[in-house]
C-alpha cells in the first residue's frame, strides 16, 4: 500500500517551497546590498552558487521531466515547459504542480492509489532536486558569508537572515531527503522521531566544522579556495566515477549527476553505490579529517600568536571534537536505528518490493507500479537496503532507473 499523502503532508510541502522562494529573495537582497556597498565581487560571489545550482537543477528537472510517464505531465503545453525550465523557473513550476495535485489529493477526495502514487512520485523529486539545489548553492554561499562576517568582525542584518534562511534550507532538504527514501519501506521502517534527530545532528555536526575550516581558509588566503575546491572536487568526482553509478538514464545526465553530487561531497557524506559502505565510508571521512586538519593547521601556523581572530582559536580546537561527535552519532544511527538494524533482529529477508525482486527490506508494493518513482527507489535500494551476496536490487539497468 502507498504512503497516505495527507493535509501535514501539504502543509509541510508548501513550508519547503516558501523556504525555497524566501532563500531567493534573500540572496538577491544580499547581492544588491554587496553592489551598492561598493563590493561588486562579492555580489557575484553571492549570485554565482545561485546561478550555478539553478542551471544544474533546472538541467535534472528538464531531464528528469521528458523520462516520466505522460500520466505524470501538468496539463500545460510541454513548450511551455520548456520555457519554464529556460527561464530558470522549471523547479518552482515542479513545487506548484505538486502543491496542486496535493491539494486534490486531501481536499477534493483524490485518495484512489493512483492519484496517491502520483504526488509520491512528484514528491520523490522534488525532495533529490532540492538535495542537490541546497548543496549547490547554500552551503557554498554559508562558507561566503561566514568568511565576510570574520573578514569584517561584524554581522549585518542581510548576513544574519542569510546564514539562517541556509541552514534552514540545509536541514529540510537533509531530513525531507531522508524521510522521501524512508517512505519506499513498510510502515514499520519509517522515519521516527528518533531517527530524525540523530540523522539532522549528526550531519550538522559533520558539516558545520568541514564550513567553518573552509571560511578560515578564505580568510588567509581567498583566491586559494579557488584551487582546492576544484581539486577536492576532481577527487571526489573521479572517486564517484569508479564506483560506477547509475542513476541518470544516459552518459551525458549520468556526468552532471556526479558532478553535482561530487559537490555534495565536499561538505558532507552521501552514498551513490551499492554494497557494505563501511570502508567507502571510513576512506571517505578520512580524507576530508586530513584534509580539513591540514587546513585548520595552515590558518593556525599563520595566525598565531597574533591577537587578530584570535576568538576563533577556541572555535577551532572545538572543530575536531564536534566532528567525532558527528562521527559517533552516525554510528549510533547505523547501529541502532537504522531500517537495516530492526530487519536483521526480524530475519526479514527475501520480501518482494514494488518490481517483484527480494531484497533485505520491505520495500512497499504498489498497485500502480509504473508510477514508482524509479530514481528515488535506486537511492533506496543503494542507501537503505542490505545487498545480499549474489543478489541485485534490480534485474536491468532499465529497472533501476
Given at each position: 500500500?502507498?504512503?497516505?499523502?495527507?493535509p501535514?503532508?501539504?502543509?509541510?510541502?508548501?513550508?519547503?517551497?516558501?523556504?525555497?522562494?524566501?532563500?531567493v529573495?534573500?540572496?538577491a537582497?544580499?547581492?544588491?546590498e554587496?553592489?551598492?556597498?561598493?563590493?561588486?565581487?562579492?555580489?557575484?560571489?553571492?549570485?554565482?552558487?545561485?546561478?550555478?545550482?539553478?542551471?544544474?537543477?533546472?538541467?535534472?528537472?528538464?531531464?528528469?521531466f521528458?523520462?516520466?510517464?505522460?500520466?505524470?505531465?501538468?496539463?500545460?503545453?510541454?513548450?511551455?515547459?520548456?520555457?519554464?525550465?529556460?527561464?530558470?523557473?522549471?523547479?518552482?513550476?515542479?513545487?506548484?504542480?505538486?502543491?496542486?495535485?496535493?491539494?486534490?489529493?486531501?481536499?477534493?477526495?483524490?485518495?484512489?492509489?493512483?492519484?496517491q502514487?502520483?504526488?509520491?512520485f512528484?514528491?520523490?523529486?522534488?525532495?533529490m532536486?532540492?538535495?542537490?539545489?541546497?548543496?549547490?548553492?547554500?552551503?557554498?554561499?554559508?562558507?561566503?558569508?561566514?568568511?565576510?562576517?570574520?573578514?569584517?568582525?561584524?554581522?549585518?542584518?542581510f548576513?544574519?537572515l542569510?546564514?539562517?534562511?541556509?541552514?534552514l534550507?540545509?536541514?529540510?532538504?537533509?531530513?525531507?531527503?531522508h524521510?522521501?527514501?524512508?517512505?519506499f519501506?513498510?510502515?514499520?521502517?519509517?522515519?521516527?522521531?528518533?531517527?530524525?534527530?540523530?540523522?539532522?545532528l549528526?550531519n550538522?555536526?559533520?558539516?558545520c566544522?568541514?564550513?567553518?575550516?573552509?571560511?578560515?581558509?578564505a580568510?588567509?588566503?581567498?583566491?586559494?579556495?579557488?584551487?582546492?575546491?576544484?581539486?577536492?572536487?576532481?577527487?571526489?568526482?573521479?572517486?564517484?566515477?569508479?564506483?560506477?553509478?547509475?542513476?541518470?538514464?544516459?552518459?551525458?545526465?549520468?556526468?552532471?549527476?556526479?558532478?553535482?553530487?561530487?559537490?555534495?561531497?565536499?561538505?558532507?557524506?552521501?552514498?551513490?553505490?551499492?554494497?557494505?559502505?563501511?570502508?567507502?565510508?571510513?576512506?571517505?571521512?578520512g580524507?576530508?579529517?586530513?584534509?580539513?586538519?591540514l587546513?585548520?593547521?595552515?590558518?593556525?601556523?599563520?595566525?598565531?600568536?597574533?591577537?587578530?581572530?584570535?576568538?576563533?582559536?577556541?572555535?577551532?580546537?572545538?572543530?575536531?571534537?564536534?566532528?567525532?561527535?558527528?562521527l559517533?552519532?552516525?554510528?549510533?544511527?547505523?547501529?541502532?536505528?537504522?531500517?537495516?538494524?530492526?530487519?536483521q533482529?526480524?530475519?526479514?529477508?527475501?520480501?518482494?518490493?514494488?518490481?517483484?525482486?527480494?531484497?533485505?527490506?520491505e520495500?512497499?508494493?504498489?498497485?500502480?507500479?509504473?508510477?514508482?518513482?524509479?530514481?528515488m527507489?535506486?537511492?533506496?535500494?543503494?542507501?537503505?537496503?542490505?545487498?545480499?551476496?549474489?543478489?541485485?536490487?534490480?534485474?536491468?539497468?532499465?529497472?533501476?532507473?
Amino acid at each position: 500500500m502507498a504512503p497516505r499523502f495527507g493535509p501535514l503532508q501539504l502543509v509541510l510541502a508548501a513550508v519547503g517551497t516558501a523556504a525555497a522562494v524566501l532563500d531567493v529573495v534573500v540572496d538577491a537582497w544580499a547581492a544588491v546590498e554587496y553592489a551598492w556597498g561598493g563590493q561588486p565581487a562579492l555580489a557575484a560571489l553571492v549570485l554565482a552558487p545561485l546561478a550555478i545550482a539553478s542551471v544544474a537543477t533546472q538541467a535534472c528537472s528538464w531531464l528528469w521531466f521528458r523520462s516520466d510517464p505522460p500520466a505524470l505531465h501538468p496539463d500545460v503545453p510541454q513548450w511551455l515547459v520548456a520555457l519554464l525550465h529556460l527561464l530558470q523557473l522549471g523547479f518552482l513550476f515542479r513545487c506548484l504542480h505538486a502543491l496542486k495535485v496535493g491539494w486534490k489529493v486531501c481536499w477534493e477526495k483524490a485518495e484512489e492509489e493512483e492519484a496517491q502514487s502520483h504526488i509520491a512520485f512528484l514528491s520523490h523529486d522534488i525532495s533529490m532536486l532540492r538535495l542537490f539545489e541546497t548543496f549547490l548553492e547554500n552551503t557554498p554561499q554559508l562558507t561566503l558569508l561566514l568568511y565576510v562576517i570574520l573578514q569584517t568582525n561584524k554581522a549585518k542584518p542581510f548576513q544574519g537572515l542569510g546564514i539562517c534562511t541556509a541552514f534552514l534550507c540545509v536541514a529540510w532538504s537533509l531530513l525531507d531527503y531522508h524521510k522521501s527514501l524512508r517512505s519506499f519501506l513498510q510502515h514499520k521502517y519509517e522515519l521516527s522521531w528518533q531517527s530524525s534527530i540523530v540523522y539532522f545532528l549528526w550531519n550538522l555536526f559533520l558539516i558545520c566544522p568541514r564550513i567553518l575550516v573552509v571560511a578560515l581558509f578564505a580568510l588567509l588566503w581567498p583566491y586559494a579556495v579557488a584551487v582546492h575546491f576544484p581539486l577536492v572536487w576532481l577527487a571526489m568526482f573521479l572517486w564517484i566515477s569508479l564506483q560506477g553509478t547509475d542513476f541518470m538514464e544516459s552518459s551525458g545526465p549520468e556526468q552532471l549527476y556526479r558532478a553535482m553530487v561530487a559537490v555534495i561531497l565536499y561538505f558532507s557524506w552521501f552514498n551513490v553505490a551499492k554494497g557494505r559502505t563501511l570502508y567507502r565510508s571510513i576512506i571517505y571521512h578520512g580524507f576530508i579529517l586530513v584534509d580539513s586538519t591540514l587546513l585548520a593547521l595552515s590558518w593556525l601556523w599563520c595566525r598565531f600568536p597574533s591577537d587578530e581572530h584570535s576568538y576563533l582559536v577556541p572555535l577551532l580546537s572545538a572543530a575536531l571534537p564536534c566532528y567525532l561527535l558527528g562521527l559517533a552519532l552516525r554510528v549510533t544511527y547505523y547501529k541502532w536505528l537504522h531500517p537495516n538494524v530492526w530487519v536483521q533482529q526480524e530475519g526479514g529477508y527475501d520480501v518482494v518490493d514494488a518490481d517483484g525482486d527480494t531484497d533485505g527490506l520491505e520495500f512497499r508494493s504498489l498497485s500502480v507500479p509504473e508510477l514508482v518513482n524509479r530514481r528515488m527507489q535506486w537511492l533506496a535500494q543503494v542507501q537503505l537496503s542490505i545487498s545480499q551476496p549474489g543478489r541485485q536490487c534490480f534485474p536491468n539497468r532499465a529497472a533501476a532507473l
